[in-house]
Every structure is written in C-alpha cells, then in structure tokens.
C-alpha cells in the first residue's frame, strides 16, 4: 500500500462491508476504519492490495510476527474473479506457516471462502464492537 491508496482503501472497506451488511451504516464506520489501518501499520502490519484494471480491487492485512490477518476485503465488482484468493496468497507469502483470522458466524460465504483455502475453525469469540459471535479461523503450512 502506498500512503496515496489510503481514501480509496476506506472507500474500499466501506463498499465491502457494506455490500455484506446492508443493515450497518459503514459510511459512519469510514473514521473507526481509518484508525485501525494505522494502528494496524504502526503495529508492523503489513497492507497488501490487489488492483485490476488500474483500480485497488482488495486488500488484506497481515502481521508477520503473527500471521494474524485484521482485514480482508474485495471489491464488489471484482468479486468471484480470484481476487481474495491472490490476497490470501500475498498473505502466505508475509507469513509461511500460519494464517490465522476472525470471521462473522453468520458470514457464510466467508466461511466458505475460508475453508476452500484450507483454514479451519479453531475456535469460536465474539466481535469485540459488535458482540456478534466469530469463528477463529486458521491455515497452518
């Protein structure tokens, strides 16, 4: 991620949540998300995006010391084109032997996605904002 990505990272992160859950106003969300990228940055995180066609299609957080991945998202107009599998790549790539993520229970396709790269659940919490119950998930090399 180059610091010139970052407005168009948040109008990223505010689509794709958006288009997930309809119901939640991401747009009054867009400041909680700027935050979190620089904290995520500022704690070694690295920010990996995908583009196609000349526009950022994905991106996806991981921390290398962890494998810990924050943030994953696509571009609606991309998506089932490969791109989060090639942001999931990138992000075995920062870390070789372990991935690990939360994921909303109730995000089926998600979860899916998930299991099709080779993660499984490994637990179970809850969204620390939202109360709604996660999975943990992990990849292990």
């Keep these: 991620m180059r610091a010139e990505d970052l407005p168009a990272l948040l109008d990223l992160w505010v689509e794709s949540w958006q288009a997930a859950y309809p119901s939640i106003d991401f ?5 909680w998300a ?10 070694g995180a690295r920010i990996l995006v995908a583009e196609a066609d000349g526009q950022l299609a ?6 290398p010391d962890t494998g810990y991945i924050d943030q994953i998202v696509v571009a609606t107009a991309v998506r089932r084109r490969g791109v989060a599998a090639q942001l999931i790549a990138a992000a075995r790539d920062v870390s070789p032997t372990v991935l690990e993520l939360h ?3 109730d995000n ?10 080779g993660f499984a659940v490994s637990g179970e919490a809850a969204n620390p904002r939202s109360g709604a119950p996660t999975f943990r998930m992990t990849w292990r090399a």
């Design 27 to 31: 747009h009054a969300r867009r400041g």
């Design 34 to 43: 700027d935050t979190r990228f620089a904290e995520l940055q500022r704690d």
């Design 58 to 63: 994905g991106l996806v957080t991981v921390a």
């Design 103 to 105: 994921v909303n229970q």
């Design 108 to 117: 089926a396709p998600a979860v899916a996605f998930y299991r099709r790269e």
